[in-house]
């Protein structure tokens, strides 16, 4: 459900990043900007001076992440699976690298809940990061949603996922939901109430396919889209298993590019949509990372070497 019309993406300003891939992006209370990249590197940005520091390296591919509390961040890492970073310390430690077994060959990305109860996704059991594409092409659901208690077990709350990404517990923790990206929606999973333990969508038919998701300070569950859903892709998606294979495995010189893509919407916790905001991709595309702090949007992307930020207007 829309209730907002789509908003003219606003002037954005930059924030330098020194690798390339922030794909997520956090803000703390003291505006200090967090993000990951693709070459492992976790920095910290000041939001005055753009001044960047390196604060430690995972050895893998950093995605989404999150605090544990003010000194501690909870990192998802493509590679090497779940992961925190002492803030203080800048000692990296693992904190699960396989579920039941199964190693975490796509950690994604994480939310927490008040009493330190981590929510985390892995995106596939097929591809690793290097092959996102291929996973989303051949849409073979094998994506998962976790959770890690406190003391450290871990239980599976949905598998069967096609492409699980982003995370994002509700306001009042009633539920998590977690973004579908290969199937352009985001499923719902009931934490309390009646029908605890039960899924359904959330909500389903985006214009763009949806990566990470977070809770701003307005309450809302922010969502970036990385692409536009084309034609192409469902057409692909629709064909016989061996030939979505096929089709995934083509060199990169016979797929067509994507086009230019910026989309971020916002959604109240009954499924409304209550802002849209579209750019033409051109100036900043590929919005993988969003966050809504105190009227202030910050935008990551697994293909900028930079934060992107707008001032939202409610």
């Not at 569950?221 to 495995?249: E, F, H, N």
């Not at 993988?288 to 934060?307: M, Q």
């Amino acid at each position: 459900m829309v209730g907002n019309s789509t908003r003219p993406m606003p002037v954005l300003t930059k924030l330098p990043v020194p690798s390339v891939g922030p794909e997520d992006v956090l803000v703390a209370g003291d505006g200090t900007v967090y993000c990951g990249t693709n070459d492992g590197w976790i920095y910290s940005l000041d939001p005055q001076t753009g001044a960047a520091e390196a604060l430690a390296n995972t050895g893998g591919v950093v995605l989404g992440f999150t605090f544990l509390d003010e000194n501690i961040l909870v990192v998802c890492d493509a590679e090497k699976g779940l992961l925190e970073l002492d803030l203080v310390t800048k000692k990296v430690r693992v904190l699960a690298s396989e579920v039941a077994g199964q190693p975490l060959m796509f950690c994604n990305n994480a939310d927490v809940a008040a009493d330190g109860t981590i929510y985390f996704s892995n995106s596939s059991t097929r591809h690793g990061f290097e092959n996102s594409s291929r996973e989303t092409m051949e849409n073979i659901p094998t994506g998962s949603l976790f959770r890690r208690h406190p003391g450290g077990p871990i239980d599976t709350l949905l598998n069967g996922l096609h492409f699980a990404n982003g995370v994002c517990l509700s306001p009042d923790e009633s539920f998590v939901l977690v973004a579908e990206t290969a199937a352009a929606r985001i499923m719902k999973y009931h934490l309390t109430g009646d029908k605890v333990g039960q899924s359904e969508v959330f909500v389903d038919q985006l214009p763009g396919l949806p990566d990470n998701l977070s809770r701003g300070s307005d309450g809302l569950i922010w969502v970036a889209m990385v692409t536009a859903l084309s034609k192409d892709l469902q057409r692909v998606q629709a064909c016989p298993l061996w030939l979505r294979k096929m089709i995934a495995r083509l060199p990169d010189f016979m797929v067509p590019a994507l086009p230019p893509f910026l989309r971020v919407r916002a959604y109240a916790s009954d499924g409304t949509c209550r802002f849209d905001y579209e750019g033409e991709g051109r100036d900043f595309d590929m919005a993988t990372g969003v966050r809504e702090k105190d009227g202030r949007i910050y935008l990551g992307s697994i293909k900028e070497s930079a934060i992107a930020v707008f001032e939202h207007e409610a």
